[in-house]
């Protein structure tokens, strides 16, 4: 009976073991990702590839840091808020440790992953009936990955060139390109190809156009004549403006505001803008400025106008003997305009709202008359709620590059060759801003060009770029520019941003510029 | 049961009962067991015998739980530290962890902050691995309760085993890499006669933290003076306010900020437990509570407890035990503003800025106070804040376990275990009306966020036991199966610009821009286990064990680990040598051990082997399209990583028990450690989880205790000490740099690939120049003159790279590290007659700590408040011989003295603190007889009562640096937004019925 009683309970364990290791099946260590979807199958269907085209977009978003493009060149002033780093920046002083300019290069380049692992995969998906589509979609890729070769070589210069996603070991340390000409060589060649593969209009309004690229093109060339001191370009740069000019579609506004607010967004100006919305909050790209501000409105405040912008702007009167329209909307100052209905004299501590209505801080117009603050971009409507939309972000697009530019572009590519034409180009500008007639000549012809790009241009992440390429920064730094600056800037170190810490310490094929180390 | 110098033997069974036949007509019968105290009866023929066994006390008889079964710490084989629980006890602390300080070596401790409820950043033998997790795995009776430490009601304490070593803690698989803690709770007593009634409690006040010198109205408006002129007309940003004292100096106050921001705050804790049992079963059950008001503005934390357990014996063959606990906690959280501590931001108030407004409204700053145009200036009041700000976080948790244990034939049991557990968690965001010139706060207005996360794990344990003696031999053999799960999931969700602040959920009026986000991560193991305990003779002792895991975080190809493990011991004292030699009768108990083994980790995501796609949506005029995009590479082949852990000591014991301890050194490697390589930016960057990381961890442990007694005076002494080193031979790059605010303290720390944690890498300073000749001869070895900006008084900084500059990346050194190389702890209990005295130290030794406070308050530019210091600084006319480096609005751009990377600002961090003093009395029983109460003891207890350090700032115990990221990794040693430790008095009552 006990042997029975005993093999009882044996047999009941082992049964009871078998149940629980029968129970764990092997499905219970697997486990898929509820989060996400997963990447087994894409680049399939036609509609994959424009799904992956379209992440370009909010890609080319993060190629802006405005505080790194618009502090040096003269026209910015820092203001005491501004931070350690960022002074240290403002002197030419940062290192490569500071990483102020690293996310210019860490977002091209992710831009540039992505346009590769588009081109890469794009022939996987079944292209049946849908081949312009297929080019369309090739050419809206090249022009993406082409704005961004265009962006390292100016910026960065000798930079490796990748096309491919990296699969070996080698390719995942690419070493830096021969030389800088075969950067410009990629940009142009990837521009190209966007040039003559994309429409002239888009039904999505916002995608890149013929316009656009042909705009960037023309713009790589030029640079590359300043940059690289190859003067031949200009004449290459002049052939892709005139195409532009040409093309009739695009003209400049009436109203220079236009160009920087909610109101009027892709207009005739805007050959490329990015496009940005509050949509609910569901992960489209939005409007960053929120440096912008003023006393009252806003955040931080890093920059201010300088002394030597509000003389340059105050310079010419228009026909109606008023402040040029563009100093008007770029700049807040005393006998410019109100803002939200408070003159500058009555700023005090910063605009407030009371009651609905947006008001200064000192209303009996003591406030300093002193000095200036940003107006272009403030992105706001008015300063009271509710102005700013969620995160401080707003609707306004970002332009990119517009007809202006192009205009003087333009007459800058063919001042020396043909003055008649720069003097048409340049004369349409000044006509916008309600400037008197006037022609050009000589050297007078190139500094009213670079005298209007300010004018034009001034918070825009130019003016920086300019000044290299025109190899005038070294003078205008001793022109007007702080004795700090003076003490540390170096032509050949500055003329390129360095490479960041985060290639050089994972790339094996890479070294720091010789000037940065 | 043993006939001595025979090889026969038997076991009794589970009532007791047993029956052994023996030839020889006098013998000497040998009865151990488990828990008891082994007996020698001599037996002259007698038929029938009765035996008591009497229960252990602490020492190496002691029983030790090791995985699923029990040894005693005789036979251990491998490293384990047991807690001494009653001291414990007599801490008056929330979290168990901080009880747990300084009571096992190796076991190191140390708090995040000071603030009640705040994180206790716990590791066994250093952290050995970089991504993941380092904590310690707590298991409470068998379950893995989602809480921690923290939500335990530290009275429902029996004991806490902590598992260092492979060899020990193998059975419980990954994460117990990290070592194990073995929390056991009390049970009701089988031999009760009557049910137990215990209550405690302990009521006290904290004391405000005393703070660091500062400046008065009077000398902070003198530093001005000496800055930018008498008048202050030398910089057109000096404050308004200051010309208005310089005026009118009567018609402002005087006000010690830090004072203002901390209160002596109460605590109390109330305790009641019911025990009891009887031949059915046993039960205890009890309820505690206990609240702790914070010394800093706003901080507190209150937790109540309820715990069940019980077992009950079916017949001699069955046993069926669960224990149910629950705890609900609330923690009032310090009002971080613009990710700065209150403190910090107490410090730099100006001393006439007065909290309140004459109506009895907080004030705001504004630029009457402010440093000119630009709001960043501007010095934000923490009250301010703080009546508009509010982030509380509730967490419960409620943990289950059940188990059933049969003995099938003799010496063979199965035990069948499930346990549960379930954490909740909950977190309100609330941020008021900010009110005029306050817009840089960083949350919108009138703005909710709401988090809500339940976490949850569960585990099922079967195993089969199987122990039998054979004369000399013994052997105890485990097998089993277990399946655990765990899961996350999350919710968190907002709007803002209310209607009004009376808002205090989602649905109130007027609430504009909702979102809402959420996720769920889940993960599995499925194990097989093996331990088998062979001893021979008492003297050769053998441990091997073995586990097979499958995670679901790795892919099916590499889903699978295998980690064995084995010990050895031998126990010399046992030895017939030994014995014989005189030396025994000093050394009484001495073992040897060594061990090796294997323990997996798994520190990953839960889903990181598969890759998935980036959802990037884009606006085009009107319209928002999809866009996906498969994102960068992704390592399919990840798997296990391996910490491979050695450790060989020795545990002794003299004088029969009046001394014992044990030495170990361990030696552990983690390999295949998983580290994110990052990729360069320009093959699109992101992170390649790989199996290639190692860190080395070794060091030493000690443990002596010493009891004896004098009198009627009995007393107990018992000290601790561990070491560790840390390297990092393999991170995934030479170099990593935390994340985190910069702008107050940016980048000191750094891990190298061969170095440290918590390395502070920072420019050396050499005191000041003190004249111009000084300046022009200090030059490199190449005759530049390093620092030609410099004027006498500015510091003189070492060009480490003899570059004739002085740069961030050129000049930084290795200072040292703010992890503590040394982790002491001293516990001494005595009895005297009635009285009763504790006294319990911790230190820690060999570390480095950077005061970031007196960065932020010894800068001269900016207007905030000064430390007093800079009034002694040098100046050429009224102060040529001071050694402080001299007074310069321009700082940053000439010398840059106050400069945050330099060494100015590290200081020895060493430290030894007398955490408690207890002293209690024991009422005379025959007091208490008449009223039917069985004892009754009070007590007054001190609690961090002293720190002995050269450490300037408000509390040397830096463990991490709560704004940055809190983790000890990166920000050990780090003291930026470090709330202090509050000293506090209590007085308390035990009263048992």
Redesign the interface.
Known sequence: MKKYL?SY??AA?IL??NI??AS?KKD????????????GS?FETPE?VQ??V??L???MTSVRMLFEQNARGGDATL???A???Q?AFFNFQS???SGDTDPL??NI??MI??AN??LANMDRADWAGEEDLKNSLTAETHFFRGVGYFYLAHMFGQ??I?TK??ETEE????AKAASPDEVYDQAIADLTIAKNGLPIEQE????ATKGAATGFLGKTYLYRAGYLGQDNNKALAAAEFKEVIDMGIYGLVDNYEDNFTAVN??NEESLFEI???Y?G?????QQDRVFNSI??I????FLRPSEWLMEEMGKEKTIGNEFDPRFLQTVYFHGGLPLFGVPYDQLG??I?CEEGTSVG?APDGSSSTEGGWWRKYLNVNYSC??AI??DRGSENNERILRYADILLMYAESVADTDPAAANAALTEVRDRANLPVQSFAGDALMEEIRHQRVLEFTYENTHYFDLIRWNLLEQELMDHGTD?QLENFESVKHKYFPI?E??I???TN?EQNDPWK | MLVKNTTLGTTTGRDGKFRITSPGKIDTLVISSVGYVTKEIVVRGQANIDIDLVEESKSLEGVIIVGYTYQRKKDLTSAVGIADVESMQKRAVTDVAQALQGNVAGVNIAAGNGNPGSVMHLNIRGISSFSGDNTPLVIVDGVQIEGGLRELNGNDIQSIQVLKDASSAAIYGSRAANGVILVTTKRGDKRSERAKLTYQNYVGVQEPYKGIGLTNAREYVQLLQRMYGEDLSGDPLVPEVAKDYLANPGNFKDYDWQNEIYTTAPMQSHDISVSGGGQSGTFRVSAGYVDQRGITLSTGYKRANVRANSQFFVNDKITIGQSISFSKSTTNMEPFAFSRSVYSQAVKQYPYFSPKLPNGDWQTSSFYYGGGDNPEALIRNPFHYNSIWNGDEHIGDLSINMFAEAEIIKGLTYRLSGSYSLGTFRRANYFGDKGEFQDEYFDPNLSLEERQSTSYNWNVDNTVRYKRTFGKHSFDVTAGFIAQQFGDRFIVGGKDGFLSDLTSTLNGPGGKNPYAEGELQESALISGIGQAFYSYDERYLFTVNFRRDGSSRFAEDYRWGNFPGISVGWRLSNEKFWKDSKISSFITDLKIRGGYGVLGRQNLGNYDYTAVLNYVPTEFNGSVQDGLITGTPINEAISWERLISKTIGLDYELMGGKINGSFDYYHNDTEDMIIGVELAPSVGGGEFQSNEGLINNKGFEMTINYSDKIGELNFTAGFNLGTTKTTLNNIGRELVESEGPEWDVPHVIELHRGGGLSEFWLIKTNGIFKSQEEIDNYKNSHGIVIQPNASPGDIRFVDANDDGEITSEGDRQYIGTGVPKVNMGFNFTANYKNFDLYVGVTGAFGQVTYNAINYIVEQPYGFGNYSKRLLNAYDPVINPNSNFPRLNARDVDDNWNSRPTSDRYIEKGSYVKIRNIELGYQLPSTLLQRVKISSVRVFGRLQNVASFTKYSGADPEVGSSPMPNDDPIYTAGLDRDTAPQARSYMLGINISF
């Not at chain 1, 806003?298 to 405040?301: R, T, V």
């Open positions: 005993i309970k044996i364990v009871l073991l629980f290791s764990c219970f260590l697997e486990r898929k990702n509820p989060n996400d979807i997963t990447a894409f994959q799904q992956a379209n992440t977009y909010p890609a203001t005491s808020g931070f350690d780093v002074i290192t490569p440790e290069w860490e380049y992710g992953y992505r692992t588009v930079v490796p990748v996603p990296a390719e995942f340390n690419p999505d309004v916002g995608r967004e892709n496009q940005f919305s949509n909050g569901i992960g489209t790209p006393p009252g806003g955040f931080e405040i501590d910063g407030s801080g709620e509710p939309s969620e700090a960041p985060s290639e310490n994972n790339n890479l």
